[in-house]
């Protein structure tokens, strides 16, 4: 089955610094979606991106599907964008979402 | 709009006993609903895939006659484990997906905290 890593696992940031996250997929994807897992397990949709890129108040994603890869920017980070962050895909004429390995935010004042 | 809740959010059980879940769409027709189990510190793993009126289909490993997953109606899915043991402790969450409104999406509840003694 598709293979998805996201980069890096664990992030630690300063309330006001901008990171970029990374998802890799191992195969060609029909959608492409993020989501924050807050801190009491609740996900929380940010973006159906499989193509192009969308941007959302602070957040912005980029998804270059023939290259395999979204990239999900956070600006302007405060302590309430700690979580997991996750992409998921779902592939060919399925309806399964495959979830990659999360990264880990904690944003510090 | 799009939002799901679970019923119970935390539960602890017996080991041997059955526990009973509850996905609830609040405000679509969820035309499909998934099953999520996650284990601390790990990304969410798909048990099942329900459509309304029809039977789950279960992913590889996954033992259908332990985790009955029943999708009566267009707003409700349940998953009941059976004769719980210890292992089966994990964060259970489900997703619904409205195929007629936005069919690419699925929207997640807030997860229910198995706990097996």
Redesign the interface.
Known sequence: GIQVEQSPPDLILQEGANSTLRCNFSDSV??L?W?HQNP??????LF?I?SGTKQNGRLSATTVATERYSLLYISSSQTTDSGVY?C?V?TGGG????????TQLKVEL | G?VVSQHPSWVICKSGTSVKIECRSLDFQAT?M?WYR?FPKQ????MA?SNEGSKATYEQGVEKDKFLINHASLTLSTLTVTSAHPEDSS?Y?C?A?DLRL?P?????G??T?LTVT
């Open positions: 029909n959608n979606q989501f009491w397990g609740q996900l929380i949709n159906y499989p996750f998921a779902i309806n399964k979402l495959t979830f990659g390995t999360g | 799009a499909t998934f996650q990304s969410l793993m798909l895939t964060f969450i997703s997906r936005r690419y999406e699925q929207y997640f807030p997860g905290r």
